[in-house]
């Protein structure tokens, strides 16, 4: 059930009426339960039986761990927990890989082949039970929550299939919470809704096609074309995803629910350190959190802060996709922190700098970040080797027009007149709540009749719906 969908339109209205007809936040956390394990069938029923298997297992491990004094107990609950989350994780989507990925390339035999899908969010529910089992374990979060309150924790329709991956701390305590319904709460989630959904249909789905001729056949394109490409890419996938996550988000406040911000204006940062301050926020914080400091973060000397970087960032890489080139792009990316460190780039920028200084880091950034986009769009090494080769030698060939490069520098215009003016504690989506009442509301539906009707029944899928 796609979120740009007449099956979703309908759904949602259904739920939201429901729920808050249900006197008791009791039922309502039932029911809310139940719509999401509704919502996730609608994609696969047998795998629907696989996310209550793990949830089930991990909330067992997290009270066993809450529950005893025993520290080897402990440890061997939090051990379970992790095998079992990352022994389905790879079963699921990474066995392939280490069959034809790694046996193949060793010449070793490669068994079986399995022949399994791979589950729909099946990465970020397990990173999300991950998290929780290890706040248990720290005493990060010790809070009285029942395997309802769970179970909703891991399978709350909005996130459940590219997030943001949320702290249980963070969001458990929410279902909890009697909410009544209030005008403005809710209207902001129209808007974010709204404002997703016109990302997603109306800019993402529009490019996609451009990009996805760009990239089937590199080699017919000159640089300039591949460059463009990128360039649509870039916008693409930020697009794609960020509309994502401003639907979630949107969905949970219609239900009293408020999911973490995962983007906060990429394309602006000042070099890869803030990319990733805002770039899937909910996913590197992750990596920070559960990863890169248990590692030793930068406290065990300078070689072990860059080997830890660029650890953190190739299993980052992999984390997304079962292939090489999700490697390499990790790589790329744990290479270039390792080098803002170590030139001293990751303090370039800020509000102390020359407006012509951020300006250079800017745009040095962002094409830093396209070169990796190169290698997380394309199918096949050899395919984004063409696309990189085509670039940087400026290739003659078949050319396009220059409108996605226009497009991004309207979305980064857009990106910083939007951060300036909320600098300013201008909130603009307050003050269109504020319109007219008959003016606000056929703009509403205006805008997502116009959705629907170019969304159709062709819509691809969010791009995170494959990680």
């Known amino acids: 059930m796609l979120f740009n969908s007449i099956q979703f339109l309908i759904f949602l209205p259904a739920v939201v009426l429901i729920y808050f007809s249900l006197p008791k936040q009791i039922h309502r956390s039932w029911f809310l339960l139940l719509a999401s394990l509704f919502f996730y069938s609608c994609w696969s029923l047998p795998y629907t039986a696989l996310l209550l298997i793990s949830i089930l297992t991990n909330y067992c491990a997290a009270k066993t761990i809450q529950k005893t004094q025993k520290e080897a107990v402990r440890k061997q609950a939090l051990i379970i927990s992790i095998v079992v989350n990352l ?51 720290r005493g990060d979060f010790d809070g009285d929550y029942s395997l309802l309150d769970y179970a909703l924790y891991i399978s709350f329709f909005p996130q459940l299939v590219a997030g943001p991956i949320m702290r249980a701390a963070d969001l458990t305590p929410q279902f909890s919470q009697q909410v009544d319904v209030e005008y403005r709460r809710m209207m902001s989630g129209v808007l974010l809704i709204i404002w997703g959904l016109i990302k997603k249909v109306l800019i993402a789905d529009a490019v996609s096609n451009f990009v996805n001729t760009i990239y089937a056949q590199p080699g017919q394109f000159s640089g300039q074309a591949l460059l463009m490409g990128t360039y649509a890419f870039a916008l693409q996938i930020y697009m794609d995803f960020s509309a994502y996550t401003d639907i979630a988000r949107g969905t949970g406040r219609l239900l009293g629910i408020e999911l973490m911000e995962n983007f906060k204006d990429p394309y602006l940062a000042r070099n890869l350190r803030d990319f990733w301050r805002r770039w899937h926020i909910s996913l590197s914080t992750w990596l920070r959190d559960y990863l890169y400091i248990p590692l030793g973060g930068n406290r065990k000397g300078t070689f072990r802060t860059y080997a830890n970087l660029l650890t953190t960032m190739l299993l980052g890489g992999l984390w997304h996709g079962a292939a090489w080139t999700f490697v390499i792009w990790g790589g790329l990316h744990g290479l270039y922190l390792v080098f803002e460190r170590l030139l001293g780039f990751d303090r370039i920028g800020g509000k102390e700098r020359s407006g012509l200084m951020n300006l250079i880091a800017i745009a040095g950034t962002f094409h830093l970040v396209c070169i990796t986009w190169i290698f997380f769009r394309a199918e096949t090494f050899g395919q984004a080797l063409a696309v990189v080769n085509g670039i940087f030698r400026w290739r003659e060939g078949q050319s396009v027009s220059w409108v996605p490069a226009l497009l991004m520098l309207g979305l980064v215009i857009f990106q910083a007149v939007r951060q300036a003016l909320l600098d300013r504690q201008i909130n603009l989506q307050q003050r269109l709540i504020d319109y007219p009442v008959l003016a606000r509301w056929s703009t509403y539906i205006s805008l997502v009749l116009l959705i629907v009707a170019i969304s159709g029944s062709a819509s691809p899928d969010f791009i995170y719906f494959q990680f």
């Open 87 to 137: 022994g389905i994780l790879f079963f699921f989507k990474y066995y392939d890989f280490f069959r034809y990925g790694v046996l193949d390339a060793l010449r070793l035999p490669t068994g079986i082949d399995l022949g399994f899908l791979l589950p729909i969010g099946i990465s970020f529910y397990t990173f999300q039970s991950l998290s929780c089992t290890v706040d248990v374990y």
